[in-house]
């Protein structure tokens, strides 16, 4: 199955320091979402996006919808320590039972 | 607290053995998913179920086996076919309707003795 190309794959920031990572993909989704998954966790959703174009903010976190409904965004200003985490991106196609595409994640690590 | 419940939390294999791996939804959500997760990689889907009774292979469904007989419970059995099931499992479920966004458990990590 295919998996969306999602970068950086990692990446060290200090703290205070703002984040963009973004993801890619060769067809359109109809949905984008980001997540955050800790380590021997499940992921969490932080923000879904529903049309193309859409800037949507969630605190510190910012995503937005790629015009071309081919790509994603997401932003994360000030970091702090409990960003740590990995990062997804997922797509969703209309017609096909919610089923997700994820990216490769962006895992991010901050340095006091 | 309404939520997705897996377990257990940790699980082994013997060669040969099949196990289960439980996952328990209260947020009366018609569709779930299973999904397994290697090392630096995403999550790739193994099974999904919109509805009771009824479900799908995803695109790694080879060595698995799942059953939908109730709308909470949709429970994943690795085989003696997988031939490498070491890996973490992660359950999902969204409402059904088109679109929504999808909840996840804790996840399952199965290692093999």
């Known amino acids: 199955g295919q998996q969306l190309n999602q970068s950086p794959q990692s990446m060290f920031i200090q703290e205070g320091e703002d984040v963009s990572m973004n993801c890619t993909s060769s067809?359109?989704?109809?949905?984008w979402l980001w997540y955050k998954q800790d380590p021997g966790e499940g992921p969490v959703l932080l923000i879904a996006?529903?049309?193309?174009?859409e800037l949507t903010s969630n605190g510190r976190l910012t995503a937005q919808f790629g015009i071309t409904r081919k790509d994603s965004f997401l932003n994360i200003s000030a970091s702090i320590p409990s960003d740590v985490g990995i990062y997804f991106c997922?797509?969703?196609?209309?017609?096909?039972?919610?089923?997700?595409?994820f990216g490769t994640g962006t895992r991010l690590q901050v340095t006091l | 607290d309404g939520g997705i419940t897996q377990s257990p939390k940790y699980l082994f294999r013997k060669e040969g053995q099949n196990v289960t791996l439980s996952c328990e939804q209260n947020?009366?959500?018609?569709?779930m998913y299973w999904y397994r997760q290697d090392p630096g990689q995403g999550l790739r889907l193994i099974y999904y179920s919109q509805i009771v009774n009824d479900f799908q292979k995803g695109d790694i469904a080879e060595g698995y086996s799942v059953s939908r007989e109730k709308k909470e419970s949709f429970p994943l059995t690795v085989t003696s076919a997988q031939k490498n099931p070491t890996a973490f499992y992660l359950c999902?479920?969204?409402?059904?309707?088109?679109?929504?966004?999808?909840?996840f458990g804790d996840g399952t990590r199965l290692s093999i003795l």
């Open positions: 997922a797509g969703q196609r209309a017609g096909t039972a919610s089923k997700l595409t």
């Open positions: 996006l529903y049309k193309a174009g």
């Open positions: 947020l009366n959500h018609d569709a």
């Open positions: 999902a479920s969204t409402p059904g309707t088109e679109l929504r966004p999808q909840h």
């Open positions: 067809s359109i989704f109809n949905t």
